[in-house]
Each structure stands twice: as structure tokens, then as C-alpha cells.
């Protein structure tokens, strides 16, 4: 098993509305904000409403329907932006070695310029 959830995460704080956020997309089941620090024109994070600390965690733990519902909105999200069509990248980082730093499970997205091959 990974660690115990920490509530007082930072993605934690903006799911309770403790913090402010740069909202791009909201259903039952995902939440989606501008990344603070953006490494691309568009870099997008969607992070499940429930409590996951990774990949991981939500894989394991998570039922079916949130399951589903998170990978539908990370989805929607980059269709409602339009990036289907220029091309977008998603990233899950993972714990220590995948250089994990906010321990809810996020997906990042990158689009808006040609992202050039996949780093290791
Ligand atoms: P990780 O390395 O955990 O996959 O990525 C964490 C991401 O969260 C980083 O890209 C970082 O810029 C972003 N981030 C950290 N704190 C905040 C915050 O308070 N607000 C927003 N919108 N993004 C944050």
C-alpha cells in the first residue's frame, strides 16, 4: 500500500475551496485548474475528488464509476480546450522516483506548441 492520504495537501485545500484556483472544468468526479507553474502554454492539472494520493492509490482503492468518471474528464477537459486536433500529452508522476511532489493523484496536461519527444 502507498502512503496515508494528508489532507492538508495542497490539491486537498483547492477540492475544499481553502484556496483559490484557476477552474477550467468541474464534474461529479474530477476538478480541473491551471497548473501555478506552467512548463507548456497550456498546462492543465485534473485531479480526482476523491482522496487518492497517486496513481496508485486511486487504481487500487477507487471504484469503478470514479474510475471511469476521472478518465472521462481528463478527457473532456482537453476536448472542451480544443487540443484534440493540435495534439496534447498527459503525465502522471508517481511517488519518489516518478518525482511525485503533491500527494493527490493528478494528471497533468501539455498542449499549445509542438512538445517534442518524451523526456525520461
Ligand atoms: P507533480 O510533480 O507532483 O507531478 O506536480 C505538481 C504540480 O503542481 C507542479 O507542476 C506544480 O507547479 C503544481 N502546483 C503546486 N502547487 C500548486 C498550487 O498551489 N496551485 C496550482 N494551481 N498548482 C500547483
Not at 497517486?54 to 472521462?72: K, L, M, T
Request: glycine letters at 8%; a negative charge.
Amino acid at each position: 500500500a502507498t502512503q496515508p492520504y494528508d489532507d492538508q495537501n495542497i490539491f486537498a485545500k483547492i477540492l475544499r475551496g481553502d484556496i483559490p484556483n484557476s477552474t477550467v472544468y468541474e464534474d461529479a468526479f474530477a476538478l480541473a485548474f491551471h497548473d501555478i507553474n506552467p512548463q507548456a502554454p497550456h498546462h492543465i492539472l485534473v485531479i480526482p475528488k476523491g482522496a487518492y494520493v497517486s496513481w496508485d492509490d486511486f487504481s487500487a482503492r477507487a471504484d469503478d464509476a470514479e474510475i471511469a468518471g476521472f478518465v472521462r474528464a481528463v478527457g473532456n477537459v482537453a476536448r472542451e480546450a480544443g487540443m484534440v486536433a493540435p495534439g496534447y500529452r498527459l503525465l502522471a508522476n508517481i511517488g519518489q522516483d516518478g518525482h511525485q511532489e503533491v500527494p493527490h493523484l493528478h494528471v497533468h496536461i501539455f498542449a499549445g506548441r509542438p512538445l517534442g519527444p518524451m523526456l525520461a
